[in-house]
């Protein structure tokens, strides 16, 4: 078993991540047992190292090797590619073929993008898994085989699983190992590195003198949020070495040619979330609005009842002054809205049976403003004067002299009938 700093350097592997590095010890630990490996990262992370140092430590190493592609073989030929076929087994198929399973038998096979694979190839796929054996296409003879599996995928499998894309038991059968790879923005401290290495690999392949970046143009690349991971960056570097006529880049060129898409998604998300604030702002502001016209019903109705506790006319019960003040709504001719629409029982709904406490209002303190009562005149009085006042500053207009009296346009026509206005 090497070490890890004999593989890294054996595969070319740049970085010093512990996540990384931790990535790479299980490869090696995995490699010598024939236990399925799920490879699972980003696209450009570098996954594709991982089957071949699980080969290369692995009592394979001096068999085959071989990386298929699940997700650029056409659907109809991929069963006879990973298992082969019969002669006359399809229109075309002239010659009897070997499969990859038979052709690696003893060494490893890598499946990357294994997430591709359609359901029924990934039912074959499972049996190899289960008992080695597996079947040419267009022929009933079993065959056996010998291979270690190691697959790739950087799209969640599991969600493949939940979507019915991707049998289950086959991604058990798969994962029982799994090993990550963290994307490039998750180790930061490893983008200078590998931008200097292929910087210098460009170098020597164009046969031109290093490109450098000056220290901010470093500090924004190692905070670019880098989508493309590795590849992304080593294309970068590519360009750059190659388009740049200075050789000391600043932080202005790499902005210019590294536009941060990250701050324009910010950019987009906050515009978003500004509207979507303004939209919440406004409904509370309506919430808040009815709440008070219902609050000012109320008062009004708290009213009616303190001012008719001893009133000979409405000794009964409470009950009756309630009732009292819906049937009153009901003779309301106008065609209002009422704003308190809650107190409002439909036109066919029974009458409320509604049994209010008996409170003993003598030492309670109400605050029924803006209906204020001064101590020289009776509550009525100093009502009614209010409700003249209001009436006559809005020219008889209802609408306003409700709004400015803190009541609802239902209470004021109430009240202009009970006081004869
Ligand atoms: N740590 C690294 N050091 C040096 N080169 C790296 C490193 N990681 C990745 N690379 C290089 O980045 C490129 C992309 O890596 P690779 O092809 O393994 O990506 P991948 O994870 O298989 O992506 P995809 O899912 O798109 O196939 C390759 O050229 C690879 O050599
Ligand atoms: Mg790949």
Known sequence: MDSLQTIKQRFGIIGNNVVLNRAIEKAIQVAPTDISVLVIGESGVGKEFFPKIIHNQSARKHNAYIAVNCGAIPEGTIDSELFGHEKGAFTGATQARKGYFEVADGGTIFLDEVGEL???????????????EFMKVGSSELQKTNVRIVAATNVKLKEAVEKAKFREDLYYRLNTIQIDIPPLRERKEDINLLFRKFASDFANKYRMPHIELSPEAQNYIANYPWPGNIRQLRNFAEQVSVVEKERVI??????????????MLTVTNKKDKNSSDFM????????????????????????????????????????????????????????????????????????????????????????????????????????????????????????????????SERTLYRKIKQYHL
Do not use: C, W
């Not at 600043?250 to 701050?263: A, G, Q, R, V, Y």
């Not at 003040?325 to 029974?350: G, R, W």
């Open 280 to 407: 919440e702002r406004e409904l509370l502001f309506k919430v808040l609005l009815d709440m008070k016209k219902d609050l000012n019903d109320l008062r009004a109705l708290t009213l009616d009842l303190i001012k008719h506790k001893d009133n000979e006319e409405f000794n009964g019960s409470t009950q009756e002054l309630i009732q009292r003040v819906y049937q009153e709504q009901d003779e309301d001719e106008h065609d209002f809205t009422p704003s308190s629409y809650n107190l409002v029982p439909a036109a066919n709904a029974p009458k409320p049976t509604y049994q209010p406490p008996q409170y003993d209002y003598s030492d309670d303190v109400y605050d029924v403003s803006p209906i204020e009562e001064p101590e020289s005149l009776s509550l009525q009085d100093n009502e009614k004067e209010m409700i003249k006042l209001a009436l006559e500053k809005h020219k008889g207009k209802r609408k306003m002299a409700a709004d400015e009296l803190g009541i």
């Open 118 to 132: 359609p359901l029924s190839t990934q039912i074959r796929l499972l049996r190899i898994l289960e008992s080695g």
């Open 250 to 263: 600043s932080l202005e060129k790499i902005m210019e040619l590294l536009p941060h898409s990250s701050t």
